[in-house]
């Protein structure tokens, strides 16, 4: 800066007040050369701080355009099967990986054959027997052994029988007095059906035979079934499980076999199969659950069952 003696000895104030703007200027200059300088550092530093800041925590403007909508979360949620496969096997639950086991029990797939019924097969386990017709369906069940309960899976119907009554129904009340009071012989052993059996025959007072039948233990059941299946199918009870009975006819005619095993074999049940369907609406006559198709009987049901039980196609025995 160029000081100008002659112009300060005229005008002294001129020139203090030009002097005074010229250092102004300069200060001023110098001051913001200065900031220039420190502002790129003091930016670096700020940029720095950002981004660690960004890095710890997104701002809540990001926040908030990062964060779904309710509406974009329900659609982008995957489903239970997709979760399931995306989910490794080693956090799946045991459930979500093998199914519910249903309950078995052992027992014996039975085939045989009976008066009035026809072939049957019978579903037996120790405690519990179910025996099906193809037209309906029969079971002796605990704690209940003194009743047969009968059911139409076709009608839905049931109907509950005392079992010695139900008796009544296939033989006459004079057999079924013969059965119980005469005496039981033992006649020796038997092979039949691939069945250890014991022989016994059924004396009249006068020590003449007048039934037999074979019983086995090789089918084991518990002892409430057992008497209760020989009072199902009237086989004296008390000696095992029925397996063949023979009446014999008077005046010289062939005996009657009145019920006999055809084929057996060890299998296994749901627990289910032994369960009375309860939402089966119980009926008054056996009838109804025997024959009708919807629970009402008919006439023309009844032809049904004999055509069912014996085709046309097929000569009766």
């Given at each position: ?29 110098a ?7 420190a ?13 660690s800041?960004?890095?710890a ?35 799946r ?13 052992d ?13 049957c ?59 119980k ?34 019983v ?50 060890k ?20 009838e109804?659950v025997?024959?009708?198709s ?9 032809q ?10 097929q000569?009766?025995k």
């Amino acid at each position: 800066m160029i000081i100008d003696r002659e112009l300060i000895a005229a005008h002294p104030r001129q020139a203090i007040w030009k002097i005074g703007m010229v250092l102004a200027t300069v200060i001023i200059d110098a001051g913001i050369s200065l900031d220039s300088e420190a502002a790129p550092a003091s930016a670096n530093n700020s940029a720095k701080s950002d981004t660690s800041a960004r890095a710890a925590k997104p701002s809540s403007a990001a926040a908030n355009n990062s964060k779904p909508s309710s509406a974009a979360a329900n659609n982008s949620k995957p489903s239970s099967a997709e979760s399931a496969a995306r989910t490794p096997a080693s956090t799946r639950t045991r459930s979500a990986l093998s199914p519910v086991k249903t309950k078995m029990r052992d027992g014996w797939l039975v085939l045989f054959e009976c008066i009035g019924q026809g072939k049957c097969r019978a579903k037996l386990s120790f405690y519990d027997a179910k025996m099906e017709t193809g037209v309906f369906e029969s079971f002796v069940v605990k704690p209940d052994y003194h009743l047969v309960q009968f059911t139409n899976p076709d009608n839905k119907t049931r109907y509950a029988q005392d079992i010695d009554s139900w008796a009544r129904t296939v033989r006459s009340q004079e057999f079924l007095n013969f059965i119980k009071n005469c005496k039981k012989k033992r006649i020796g052993t038997a092979k039949l059906c691939g069945l250890n059996c014991t022989s016994y025959q059924c004396l009249d007072s006068n020590g003449s035979p007048r039934a037999e039948f074979h019983v086995t233990r090789q089918i084991r059941l518990s002892r409430e079934l057992e008497e209760a299946l020989c009072r199902h199918t009237t086989v004296p009870p008390g000696f095992g499980m029925p397996v063949e009975m023979r009446i014999f006819a008077r005046f010289g005619r062939p005996p009657i076999t009145t019920v006999k095993i055809l084929s057996w074999k060890k299998a296994q049940f749901p627990e289910s199969e032994f369960r009375l369907p309860k939402h089966f609406h119980k009926v008054n006559r056996i009838e109804e659950v025997w024959l009708a198709s919807d629970g009402v009987v008919r006439d023309a049901d009844l032809q049904d069952f004999f055509e069912y039980r014996f085709p046309k196609d097929q000569p009766r025995k």
